[in-house]
């Protein structure tokens, strides 16, 4: 049974739909883990027909489950993007049977190449980098890989808290380009304040990176969930946006929604159709059914479930 009964004759748009925001969330993409995935009955009762799924590969998950649940959203109708995180990866060969079990049982053709929220490398691989210098992917015929963005730094790549590695490392991906037959964007970290995030987006372009922009954006959760989370991932100065409303009791119990933030970037690319954001990208902190939920609520023709 479909989680919402949408019916086409009615043409009035659900509660906090906007056309720039329903815009702005067209073909929006959403983060799984096996662990997570397990707990939802049917997606297609919670996303729209083809929705790009990407999901994370944590530390200690064995690639199995990655490959199982990969294969489930396949099968249900979505674009399946794994992570692939250099520093877990041993060696080129175990890069090169995941390729191969991914093909093999999920028909995946996506990934997201990191390098991994571990210190100390497994094995060979400690960047992206390495990883599409390898040639597995277009190889294997591979039709789009995306890397990460960090709007706000990451003091994992620059501990002393500048853009000097992360911006050399983002020349050379934009540089591979050329050297690739699989379409490339940027995936990035979260964040929740709309002008650094606009800053880092017309800074990119300025500097000649012209690859598209999939901007994280956090879905709905409690304050402290996204505190927490936000301090471990090294979320910048939009963190400020969390702390100012923490003191404010009135809102320290309700669950955070990305309205705000949302809103303004899409108000920003309806009036700037260049702007080098291209789609959304939702991390669902607080549940992906709840994160999905807002999105039917928020997003109109572009949240849709399948089975509406």
Partial sequence: MALLNFKRKDTGAPKGVTPEVEAFLQDYSIEVMPRTAEKVDNFRDLLPGGTRVYIAHIEGTPIEDMVSTAARLNDDGFQVMPHFPARIIKD????????????????????????????????????????????????????????????????????????????AALRWKNDFQSRTDAQMALATQFAFDAKPIIAWADGLKAAGITLPVHIGI??????????????????????????KRALDVTKLLLPY??????????????????????NVHFFPLGGIKTNATWAIENGGSAAVPANA
């Fill in 92 to 167: 080129k060969a175990t890069l090169a049977d995941w390729i191969a079990r991914y093909q093999g049982e999920a028909d995946v053709k996506q990934a997201l190449l990191l390098a991994g929220g571990v210190t100390t490398p497994h094995g060979d691989f400690d960047s992206s980098m390495q990883l599409m210098e390898t040639g597995f992917f277009d190889a294997a015929g591979f039709t789009r890989l995306h890397v990460a963005g960090h709007p706000e730094g990451n003091r994992d790549i620059d501990p002393d808290g500048g853009t000097g590695n992360v911006d």
């Fill in 218 to 243: 956090a879905g709905p959760a409690k304050l402290q969930t996204l505190i927490k989370f936000a301090i471990a991932c090294g979320v910048g100065p939009s963190l400020r946006v969390l702390q």
């Fill in 257 to 278: 929604e990305p309205t705000d933030v949302l809103n303004d970037l899409a108000a920003h690319k309806a009036a700037n159709p260049d702007f080098n954001i291209s």
